[in-house]
């Protein structure tokens, strides 16, 4: 009797072995190292602000906060102002994120809610996804030729027959803003979509259950019941969009029109942040640099903001669906 | 996940590794590195190339990354040479430490592209198309294009002006060309790399050459300048336009060259330094048969190089103004007239071994 029945369960090669030297070890290590990897990024982010600060600094203490309102961006006179960039960016990521965020949010709904039957759902899902690895020079590309000759009969038919509407006071002569937060809105579309499946998908389903059980129609679960529950999730997708629309360079510097000027107009053409870095940076002078770089900041600061107010409705939306604190 | 992560990074570190030790291997072979002007890129690049080959110990790189990032890259001194549609203002010679020698090796014309259904062949008059580009003229009937093109249906559709989105030696040229022949223009908007196009819902902006082409070719009823050898390449309709001399003329070698001559090189030498001043421009030529938006395009050269580096670009620009210019005119450049290779033969003499 002396035999301790534990013992052979004790064995070091058993999952419920007491941790060895070196599991302590591995541990802490990964722990030290992840820990390292957090701060890392952390210390990146404030490495680009403070490079891309210091660059900037003499055209913010030149230019001040008459930069952010200011309407000319002239390198030959040495006068910047981004106003028209501020407007461009926030007005097509706007539309972007109505047009891409209902999309999405709508295909999450019907690929989570057994309208289709699994394997289907599964292919679809993947379809959309894929729209995520075409670059964005193609997204221009075909935006050029596809999109806005596709787009000119239309703007044409309500610009002669809506004009009194502001929406519509010019017509479409070639690039504009309603090709580029179309183009813009087919970009967020998959980060979107993706992201409100997994927020839908991780509703328990005993959720679902209980709202049919007290007798809701399929709609009323969805609407009532499924998505106020994946709120927060919708909302950290939709956030997500409205950063990647408020960055995106390539497909808006060939879509968008490039003129600087504020037009409340969907076919007049615009300007961003980001395409105004883009086409000024390979020719621009010193001081145009430096101005290049208080844009860039005006940008970031800009995406920070959505981020900070994206976060804040998420908290809101918890506290009150969710009843989480 | 994890694991594959950080053996994708060890891969990409060693390829790392690998690709600056094969770089090294190969130190004996001079390597001349440039960058700048994007307009000259493909002949350049058809140059270096044939150049390279022909002469297995010298390579030459080129990175079109436009005419003030040349510069820039030349005043920093991380290039060997640069390449500039806008040579370099006497600040810039003062700031480049190592001095310059500023070689004009090939010429471009800048040609207005235009999208208008069914019209084969366009005039515009000397006081017409700065008008279009300074937005006076909106319409395409409007009655001043209309009586230089008798017989042509022009349609009532609005001018969409598309231009460079981008700062440019294109634009310098062309915005130079407009100010010269046009006070309106010059006072509104005025010679610049990127100038402050008018603010309206006509004027629309592409990068680059081709970005302008795209756009011209997919836009009813739009115009836009462009280098001849894009237009030349994409095969679009070109407008010919009224000279000095009250020519009609066409783009092309003969009618480029025929602007070239009237090109008067400064006397006197580049500021600070013994190199005769090459810097001249063409805005508004003479002769008969001059088309009247032209260019030269400059090599950015230092006055001293390593000896190695020295014999390879003597050798490289003597390449480019013999076998280099014949190649100009098929690619839509124009050929440098004897003359003035001869002065760039002379003047090429200044970059010395150290």
């Known amino acids: ?325 | 996940m994890r694991s594959k992560t950080l053996q994708q990074t060890l891969v990409a570190g060693l390829c790392l590794v690998l690709g600056t030790l094969s770089t090294a291997g190969f130190a004996e072979e001079v390597r001349l590195q440039g960058s700048g002007a994007s307009f000259p890129f493909p002949i350049y690049s058809k140059w270096f190339r044939d150049f390279s080959e022909k002469h297995d110990d010298i390579r030459v790189d080129y990175q079109a990354k436009g005419s003030g990032a040349g510069i820039r890259d030349y005043i920093n001194e991380v290039v060997d040479f640069a390449g500039s549609d806008a040579a370099m203002n006497d600040e810039e010679i003062k700031d480049a430490k190592r001095g310059v020698v500023l070689l004009p090796v090939t010429a471009g014309e800048v040609v207005l592209t235009y999208n208008l259904d069914g019209v084969k062949s366009l005039k515009l008059p000397r006081d017409v198309y700065p008008d279009i580009f300074s937005g006076k003229i909106s319409k395409w009937n409007d009655p001043r294009i209309a009586k230089a093109n008798p017989g042509v249906k022009l349609p009532d559709s609005d001018i969409t002006v598309v231009v460079r989105s981008d700062s440019s030696g294109t634009t310098y040229v062309f915005t130079g060309h407009l100010s010269e022949i046009n006070d309106t223009f010059k006072q509104e908007v005025g010679q610049g790399k990127a100038p402050q196009w008018p603010k309206s819902n006509r004027f629309v902006k592409s990068p680059k050459n081709d970005g302008i082409t795209a756009t011209v070719k997919q836009t009813p009823g739009s115009i836009g300048y462009i280098e001849y050898g894009y237009a030349k390449l994409t095969k679009m309709p070109v407008a010919m336009l009224e000279n000095k001399s009250g020519n009609f003329v066409s783009p092309g070698p003969e009618s480029g060259s025929a602007a070239l001559a009237s090109a008067e090189f400064p006397a006197g030498n580049l500021p600070g330094s013994e190199v005769p001043d090459l810097r001249a421009w063409v805005f508004d030529p003479a002769g008969a048969k001059a088309w009247p938006i032209a260019s030269f395009t400059w090599l950015l050269i230092p006055q001293e190089m390593p000896k190695e580096k020295a014999e390879a670009m003597h050798k490289l620009v003597e390449y480019s103004i013999t076998e280099g210019q014949k190649i100009a005119d098929s690619m839509g450049y124009i050929p440098l007239p004897e003359n003035v290779v001869e002065t760039v033969r002379d003047v090429a003499k200044h970059v010395k071994a150290k």
């Open chain 1, 1 to 325: 009797m002396s035999a301790n029945p534990f013992k052979d369960k004790a064995s070091p090669h058993s999952a419920s072995a007491p941790p060895s030297a070196a599991d302590y070890w591995a541990d802490s290590l990964f722990r030290k190292l992840a820990m390292t990897c957090a701060g890392l990024i952390i210390a990146l982010l404030a490495y680009i602000l403070l490079e891309i600060g210091s660059q900037a600094m003499p055209a913010i203490s030149e230019y001040g906060i008459g930069f952010v309102g200011g309407t000319t961006w002239d390198g030959s006179r040495d006068e910047f102002g981004v106003l028209p960039e501020i407007w461009g960016t926030l007005y097509s990521s706007i539309l972007a994120l109505i047009i891409g965020g209902i999309m999405g949010v709508t295909i999450a709904i019907f690929l989570t809610q057994e309208f289709l039957s699994q394997k289907v759902a599964t292919v679809f899902r993947l379809i959309v996804e894929l729209l995520a690895a075409i670059p964005s020079v193609v997204y221009g590309l075909w935006g050029i030729y596809v999109l806005i000759p596709m787009l000119r009969p239309v703007a044409g038919w309500l610009h002669t027959h809506f004009d009194f509407i502001p929406l519509f006071s010019t017509d479409l002569s070639g690039p504009g803003l309603a090709p580029a937060a179309l183009v813009l809105a087919i970009m967020i579309l998959p980060t979107v979509a993706a992201i409100s499946v997994d927020a839908l998908k991780r509703i328990p389903y005993k959720v679902k259950e209980a709202a049919y059980g007290m007798g809701t129609t399929r709609w009323e679960a969805i609407l009532k019941v499924m998505l106020p529950t994946a709120s927060s999730g919708i909302l950290a997708a939709l956030v997500l969009g409205f950063g990647r629309a408020l960055g995106e360079t390539m497909a808006l510097a060939m879509l968008i029109g490039n003129s600087n000027q504020i037009n409340l107009s969907l076919f007049a053409p615009a300007n961003t942040l980001a395409s105004l870095l883009a086409s000024s940076f390979p020719e621009a002078g010193d001081l145009e640099i430096r101005a290049l770089m208080y844009a860039a900041i005006v940008l970031l600061l800009l995406t920070f903001v959505v981020n900070v107010m994206g976060l804040a409705i998420q908290q809101y939306t918890m506290r009150k669906f969710e009843g989480k604190k």
